[in-house]
Nanobody, 119 residues
C-alpha cells in the first residue's frame, strides 16, 4: 500500500489549492486519514483529519479555510485549501491508517507535496 499525493504548487495569497492523496495497492478500508504540514525549521503539525465514521478534525489555524474530504469509493482523500496565506507555506504530507489484506492496520505516509503561498 502506498499513498500518492498531488496538487501542491505556487499560489498567490488568497488563492486556493486542492491536495489529493490516493491510496494505491490492495486494502480493505481507510481507518483514518490526516494531512500534516512541515515548514523548514518547524515540527510537523496536524492540519486536518477524518476517520471512518466521517468525523473531521481541524487545526485552529485552518478552520473556516480548509476542508478535508474523502471520495465516495473510499480510496482517496482531499484537502481543499482556500484563502491561503504565506504562513501556510510548507511541505504537506498525507498520513493514513489502512486496514490491509490480512486485517492488519498499518500506518503510512506519503512523500509530501510542496505548497508555496506568495505574498
Amino acid at each position: 500500500v502506498q499513498l500518492v499525493e498531488s496538487g501542491g504548487g505556487l499560489v498567490q495569497s488568497g488563492g486556493s489549492l486542492r491536495l489529493s492523496c490516493v491510496v494505491s495497492g490492495p486494502f480493505f478500508k481507510i481507518i483514518k486519514m490526516g494531512w500534516y504540514r512541515q515548514a523548514p525549521g518547524n515540527m510537523r503539525e496536524l492540519v486536518a483529519s477524518f476517520n471512518s465514521d466521517g468525523v473531521t478534525n481541524y487545526a485552529d489555524f485552518v478552520k473556516g479555510r480548509f476542508t478535508i474530504s474523502k471520495d465516495v469509493g473510499g480510496t482517496a482523500g482531499y484537502l481543499q485549501m482556500n484563502a491561503l496565506k504565506p504562513e501556510d507555506t510548507a511541505m504537506y504530507f498525507c498520513n493514513a491508517d489502512i486496514l490491509e489484506l490480512g486485517y492488519t492496520q498499518t500506518g503510512h505516509w506519503g512523500q509530501g507535496t510542496q505548497v508555496t503561498v506568495a505574498s
